[in-house]
């Protein structure tokens, strides 16, 4: 024993890196071993002409330490007015507070200095019309160009920068809201939204289910609603919602599926939340409401597998949840394999596995550009990084493809089980990756030692890349669209002659990334004439031909490319371009100018990764 220790104090002394401590959040100032939130309670006024939230935030605390006394916060660009603390419904009394400079990447820490430990503290504060958690649009940036709208995005560390509180994912706590709008305007959060509310300007809202942070969420414009099922329905305005109610009419199946793979919907009601076309992401889980851009309303169901996305989360993410940003695997990689399990049952196996073999060629794309370091799932503490920098795919895509290995080895009997008791044993808590593989051991492995061995398990959790043992998922329809895709490569056959009137946009997909990486630009006219890829509706298939019409100087394509990135704000779809832009000069200048035009209506999370892009490569070309 005593050996054992002496080497473990060696170890540590000597192997720092090796020794460091996963369990904390190295993205957040909150101390939440000594004192925890338990409830937040807002009462919110939406100002558009400031482009400003403002009113209280009331915490609730648990004290774990008793010799704390300070209250450590998360902000970014919020003006405090004032703290004060009480007991029970004792008197307010004012407290002082300190605002440490701000921090580029994390924001103003908030220390609230209290002479003991309070139960509550009410914090007055607004919010900048820069906070990078929320876009304010103007009504002409709207479907009917009358209303105002605005919206947060809190993930990964947001929620600071439109609340003070702790802003990490490993503390959860509930809350209640009064928000106040101008009459005409409707407000939902993630929490007890009502479909029937009648719309006055003045709405109160409950969630009483424990969540973090990154799950705070409010939104507010000219919406409406319309029911799925009992339980579900869609909240977009009135010009878009019957499109979306339709092309996602199968939420209540997608709910009931998952519920029969990994228990009882926690949650009551699912409703989907239709944004403007700005949205910087394609879907956000937010508790009750998730949140989806328009872009997959692609009229045919064939993007639907967003919304499986979001909707797993209820599970994997926001009833279990990363309780620190380095363990997002355990949020993105668990949906990502519940998403396909959810298309596989109501979409069928082909469907699946295209998405599957989609989504490996663009991890199998990105490795090439990721650190050897940040490709394991158990990744060492990233202090000091933002947790946006880190690249998705790692999360998401190994993060899946371990799960099915996993399936895979024990088969569907054990492991389908196996995670829904993962999810049932650890509903409502914050978890690490450490802390699932110790349930892996003890309630998968131990059951069946040889499906896997020791060394299999490591590699997946610790040496970058994709292990060679990993499962090959193949399919056959690709297998189609590979052969269409070389007849008109090779000039076999003319494009109006191939057959591709079954494709889905899986398809389309994979026909484009198969092409080589530039064309004449004769040939690109072929397509289009045919399939008229410029000017595309369709967000998966834009964001893969216009990065080659630039790569292939297709100058024909341009105004339609032009529109595309000025009316999308979705990053992952607009990003592709610009970063083939970038590549020449006169690119770089094109990219520049649409940019300065699109600037206005781009969220600040999408003009930040647009502004990083356009100054790295000024700065190349300027060498
Ligand atoms: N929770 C994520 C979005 C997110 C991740 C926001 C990290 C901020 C930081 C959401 O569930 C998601 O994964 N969205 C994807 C959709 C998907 C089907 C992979 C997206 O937005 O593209
Ligand atoms: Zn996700």
Redesign the pocket.
């Given at each position: 024993m005593r050996r054992l220790a002496l080497l473990l104090v060696l170890l540590t002394a000597t192997l720092p890196a090796l020794a460091q401590d996963r369990r904390a959040d190295e993205h957040s100032y909150a101390q939440p071993d000594k004192v925890r939130i338990t409830d937040l309670g807002l009462d919110l006024q939406v100002d558009f002409a400031k482009r400003q939230l403002a009113g209280t935030a009331t915490l609730t605390l648990a004290w774990a330490d008793e010799d704390q006394r300070d209250l450590v916060l998360d902000t970014r660009d919020l003006s405090i007015a004032s703290v004060e603390a009480r007991n029970g419904s004792r008197k307010w009394r004012a407290v002082d507070f300190e605002l440490a400079p701000r921090d580029e990447r994390f924001g103003s820490k908030l220390t609230i200095t209290l002479p003991r430990q309070y139960e509550q503290v009410r914090i007055a504060y607004a919010t900048s019309p820069q906070a990078s958690g929320l876009q304010w649009l103007a009504p002409t940036m709207t479907a009917g160009g009358k209303t105002p709208f605005m919206f947060s995005?809190s993930?990964?560390i947001h929620a600071r920068s439109w609340v003070p509180l702790q802003d990490t994912p490993s503390v959860r706590y509930t809350y209640t809201a009064r928000v106040r709008t101008p009459a005409d305007v409707m407000a939902l959060m993630s929490a007890d939204n009502d479909p029937a509310a009648a719309r006055d300007g003045d709405y109160t809202f409950r969630m009483p289910q424990p969540i973090s942070s990154?799950l705070m969420a409010i939104a507010a414009g000219d919406l409406v609603f319309k029911p799925i099922s009992a339980r579900a329905g869609v909240w977009a305005e009135p010009a878009t919602v019957d499109k979306a109610v339709k092309e996602f009419e199968d939420t209540e199946k997608m709910i009931e599926v998952t519920e029969s793979l990994y228990g009882p919907y926690r949650w009551e009601r699912y409703d989907l939340l239709i944004l403007p076309p700005s949205f910087p992401?394609?879907?956000?889980?937010n508790p009750r409401l998730s949140f989806i851009?328009p872009t997959v309303i692609a009229g045919d169901k064939s993007l639907v597998?967003?919304i499986?996305?979001?909707l797993a989360?209820s599970w994997s993410?926001n009833l279990v949840t990363n309780a620190s940003w380095k363990d997002?695997w355990l949020?993105?990689g668990f949906?990502?394999y519940v998403?396909n399990r959810i298309v596989e049952a109501l979409y069928g196996k082909e469907r699946a596995d295209m998405e599957f073999v989609n989504?490996r060629n663009g991890l199998k794309a990105d490795l090439a550009d990721i650190p050897a370091e940040q490709q394991v799932l158990m990744l060492p503490p990233r202090t000091g990084s933002d947790?946006?920098d880190a690249l998705?795919s790692i999360a998401?895509d190994k993060g899946a493809w371990f799960l099915q290995f996993l399936e895979q080895r024990f088969g569907r009997e054990a492991f389908d089980p196996f995670l829904r008791s993962w999810f049932d044993t650890h509903a409502f808590q914050s978890v690490s990756t450490e802390q699932f593989v110790a349930f892996l051991r003890s309630e998968l492995i131990a059951k069946n030692p040889s499906a896997i061995t020791e060394a299999e398990l490591t590699e997946w959790l610790s040496s970058p890349g994709i292990p060679a043992f990993a499962p090959q998922t193949v399919s056959p329809r690709f297998a189609a669209v590979d052969a269409v895709r070389e007849a008109w490569v090779k000039r076999r056959t003319a494009a109006r002659e191939l057959k591709t009137a079954e494709w889905t946009t899986q398809e389309w997909v994979y026909f484009l990334e198969g092409l080589p990486a530039s064309l004449d630009p004769e040939r690109l006219v072929e397509l289009d004439q045919v399939f008229r890829f410029t000017g595309t509706a369709n967000g998966e298939i834009a964001q893969r031909w216009y990065p080659l019409t630039v790569r292939s100087e297709y100058f024909e394509a341009r105004p339609a490319m032009s529109l595309f990135l000025r009316k999308i704000g979705?990053?992952?779809l607009i990003m592709p371009t610009y970063e083939a832009l970038v590549q020449t000069a006169d690119g770089l200048a094109f990219a520049s100018q649409i940019y300065l035009m699109a600037k206005p209506g781009y969220h600040p999370?999408t003009s930040a990764s647009v502004e990083a892009l356009l100054a790295k490569a000024k700065a190349a070309s300027a060498q």
């Open positions: 995005q993930q990964a990154y992401f394609g879907g956000m889980e851009t597998s967003l499986a996305h979001e989360h993410g997002m949020n993105e949906t990502s998403e989504s947790p946006e998705g998401y979705r990053r992952k999370i």
